[in-house]
Every structure is written in C-alpha cells, then in structure tokens.
C-alpha cells in the first residue's frame, strides 16, 4: 500500500497458509459467504471445502533446482504457497539431517561455526539448522563430550575423550575409523568408540537419523550410554529470498513485493488436519490481504522468483503483463521515492515501499540505520516494489540508496499496524438446530473493506467473508454446525484475529 492510497489500514506479509489448496488440499476458489444467508439444503456446501478436493484453479510445481523447495501452488491468480521440505525448515520433524565430511588418512574433518564454548556447533548441509554437541574441557590433545549413561535409576551424565586432531575456526579434525558396515567409528580414549552412520555415495557425508529434534548416537565402552545432540535453529537465518510480481488492481500497475522467508514465518502445511503436503512447511500469499483490498479487486499474482528461479503462475493471469521495457535512457532520481508503509510490532517487521516513477527499470539499494542489515532493491518502470525490514518493536530507519547516493531516509510508520489485531470483534450469534447451523457475526474495526478467511474446526469449512466498511461495518455469516457447537476462527494472513464458539442452547 502507498501514502497516496485512500486506504490506511494495512496488512502484514507474515508467512501464511490461508486458503484452499495451499492449506492443506482444499481449493477455495473465493466463494465469499453472503451477509445473513444460511447455507443448508441445496445451497449448505457452497462455502465448504474438504481437505483432499483441489480446486480447479489450483496449479503449481514440484520446485525441482530449487533448495529446499518441495513444490510452490497457486489457488486461482490470488494466493500463491512455497512449500519447504519439513527437515528444511524444521528441525524439530522426525527425519534426517546430513553433515558434509572429508576424511583422509584416518581423521574426519567436520565444518563448524561460531565458538567453541560449551558445544560445537556444526551446520547440516542444505539447511539453517545445526547439530551441537555438548562439551567440557579442550585441550591440544582431546576434547570432552557429554553423553548420557545408560541407568534406569537416575538420570546422569559423564564426560568421554575423543582424540583431537586439529580445531580451527570453522572445522574440527578427529580421528575416524572405516567406515565399517555403514559407519565411522569415533575412537575413546581409555578404549571404545562412538559409531558415526555414513552416507551419501562417496560415504561423504553423515547422514543422522532424528527423534523429535534430537540425534542419539550410542556409546560402546564399558559404561554404555549414549551421546544426545540437539538439532538447533536459527529463526530468523534465511530460508530463501522471494521476489512476487503482482498486478494491483486498484492502482492498475505491475508491483513486487520483496520478502526474505525464515523459518519463523512457516506454518505447518496440515494445521488445518490435512496431511496433504506431509511434513512440509509452507508461506503463502494472498495479494488482496497484502494490498488490504476485497477478493474481486483485480489484484493479481503473476509470478514468484526464489534466488534465480522464477516460476509463472500458470492460471493465465499474467499472460496479458509479459511486457517488456527498455533498460536504456535516462534515470532521473528525483522519480525515486521511499515511503514507510506499516509495522508488524509483533513479529518486529517493518514494511517500506520504493517508488519509480522513471520510464526505466531501476536497480538500488537500502540500509537500516544502527545496524548492519542492508539489501538491494529492484524497481520495475513506473512502479513500486516492497520491501521488509527487521524492526524491533517496529522501530526502522530505513536509507534509500541509488548511484551512490542517498536518495531517501525514513523512519517506519509506527502508528500504522500491518495486521487488524484487536480491531475485529467476533462472536457466535445463535444455532438453528433443525437445520444443522451456526450464525456468526464480525465487525471490522478498520476503515476500508476486507476480506477475511475463516476455519470451522469441527467440519473443517474453509471459505471467506467480506465485511463492507459502512455504517455498520458488520456482517453476519452461518456455518454447518452438525451438532450444534463448532468453533470458528477468522483470519487475516494466516494470523488467527479471532475465534469464537456457537452454544446448541441459544437458538436463531
């Protein structure tokens, strides 16, 4: 959104899996509930989509070359979904990791990072997570490692010594057996090993099976035991960097929005009961909510690049926006401009938008006062593209930078939250039992339309509900409620805004 929009309220690109088949299977293909009207006989279904039906809109693909990416979606030309593999994102999901080794007359070199403090710390190949490995004292000779020992009596816990090769930043040098039937074998001192499961088709790698979070390697000495590591995370490292070309059909231009994913922006791809997608993890978009604008706008996804792949949306929504334009010509930077658009106070993120008004594309850069983050920024011709920024609390001074020099400094509109919390009331009004439904009402605090999505726990109804900004600003909606009590939850990217539970004894 823009300063020049009428609109003021704003929405937050927190990763989501809002709608229809992006959540778990179901395609939503818009069916927005009607002010007041029941749903039951012929037309009771109209709203309701189970988990497992695709809609007929929905397309995507499988995200072959694409790190970590187990396919992308696309739900019409308004909601797109990136769903990561869940051992990509989450290190928490049952399954495996892999580590990268080099072995050479019998040592095994490991990557490392960070410190050796209290752990070691080594990153797993492909993701942002790491495998730490608790320890005690190092020396020049050895280091200790904390297993575990094998009692049913008392929990406790001891140090072994491992031979230390070399310890460098970035690496660790130890001696290694084998591999042996599938394994290393990581020698003790004072006798015994700790087998290491080799992988990959060289035996390159260790490939480390994982129980809910965890890795557990046994200990083969005289006192048993075993040493257990957890698979850490970074929240906020980068997953990937995706850049979505939207048409806004408010403004009738072409704009991008430039997001880089974390793992704190996923959402399990089956919250909703699906198991669709598996252990996948999934950020979806919706380009109405993003914009703040109703369903039927006109508002458009017509393509998603992550790093240097680009995939069209193949729902015939862009078709008619594959237009090029000429890099050459002049660049006048008084036609840039940088713009604070809302915060996200909750998730620290603040959103800017970079305006060119040139008759050619423009390639710059920004920075966030104080700190270190910075990025670039891509413009398309007489356009606009989003940016986000980490903004504790939402504070961000942000610097427009272009042909070396500042062309804006901003500070982050504070004032303007991304997401409506707070300001959308929700109740169940009443049940009419005979006909197997449940009324609610909402009330939008905001100053402009939205649409909203909805989720009926019990049935598993998905559909959505548009709430006028008028002298009432209010809608009512029902829901098939078999037995009377279902709970329902709205929300807005993906954020739960509200939730509210309909009572069999207050009939309609």
Not at 71 to 88: E, K, R
Not at 158 to 182: C, H, M, Q
Not at 281 to 310: C, M, P, R
Not at 347 to 374: H, I, L, Q, S
Request: glycine content about 10%; aromatic content about 8%; hydrophobic content about 35%.
């Amino acid at each position: 959104m823009t300063d020049d929009d009428p609109i003021s309220r704003r929405t937050s690109l927190k990763g989501i899996a809002a709608t229809g088949a992006l959540l778990g299977g179901a395609g939503l293909g818009i069916n927005s509930a009607s002010a007041g009207e029941k749903k039951h006989h012929g037309d009771k279904h109209d709203g309701k989509h189970k988990k497992g039906k695709h809609g007929d809109d929905k397309d995507g693909t499988n995200g072959d070359g694409i790190p970590g990416v187990a396919g992308i979606d696309f739900d019409a030309c308004h909601t797109m979904a990136v769903h990561f593999d869940g051992s990509y994102a989450d290190p928490t999901a049952d399954g495996s990791v892999a580590i990268p080794i080099t072995t050479k007359d019998g040592f095994m070199t490991l990557p490392t990072v960070g410190d050796v403090d209290d752990a070691i710390t080594i990153p797993t190949a492909g993701a942002n997570t790491f495998l730490q490995i608790p320890i005690g004292e190092v020396t020049d000779d050895y280091v200790e490692i904390l297993v575990q020992n094998d009692t049913e009596i008392v929990d406790s816990s001891r140090y072994v010594r491992v031979p230390l090769g070399k310890l460098e930043d970035g690496s660790i040098t130890l001696p290694a057996e084998g591999p042996y039937d599938g394994y290393y074998k990581l020698p003790l001192i004072g006798g015994g090993h700790i087998p290491l499961p080799a992988g990959g088709k060289e035996k390159d790698a260790l490939v480390i099976a994982l129980e809910n979070g965890y890795a557990t390697f046994p200990v083969h000495d005289d006192d048993g035991g075993a040493l257990v590591t957890p698979v850490v995370q970074v929240g906020d490292a980068p997953l990937a960097n995706l850049r979505i070309r939207t048409y806004n059909g408010r403004k009738g231009r072409i704009e991008n929005v430039q997001r880089t994913i974390t793992a704190d922006d996923l959402t399990p791809s089956g919250r909703y009961g699906s198991d669709v997608y598996g252990s996948q993890y999934t950020w979806t978009f919706t380009v109405f909510q993003f914009y703040d604008h109703v369903y039927n706008t006109g508002d458009k996804i017509l393509s998603v690049s992550i790093g240097e792949a680009t995939v069209q949306n193949p729902n015939d929504c862009a078709t008619e926006y594959q237009v090029g334009y000429d890099s050459a010509g002049y660049l006048d930077l008084e036609k840039l401009s940088l713009s604070p658009v809302c915060v996200d106070s909750e998730t620290n993120m603040a959103r800017f938008r970079v305006r060119n008004a040139n008759e050619k594309p423009v390639a710059a850069a920004y920075a966030v006062e104080g700190t270190d983050r910075a990025g670039s920024v891509f413009v398309e011709p007489e356009s606009a593209t989003y940016i986000h920024v980490a903004a504790p609390d939402g504070d961000a001074t942000v610097s427009l930078i272009a042909d070396g020099k500042v062309i804006a400094t901003r500070d982050s509109r504070t004032d303007v939250e991304c997401l409506p919390r707070g300001q959308i009331p929700f109740n169940a009004e009443c049940v009419e039992r005979l006909e197997g439904a449940a009324k609610f009402y909402i009330h939008n605090g905001t100053d402009t339309d939205l649409t909203f999505f909805y989720h009926v726990a019990e049935t598993g109804e998905l559909s959505a509900v548009t709430v006028p900004d008028d002298m009432t600003s209010s809608e009512t909606f029902w829901v098939e409620a078999p037995d009377g009590e279902v709970t329902t939850t709205i929300y807005y990217e993906d954020e739960a805004i509200a939730s509210a539970t309909s009572d069999p004894s207050v009939d309609c």
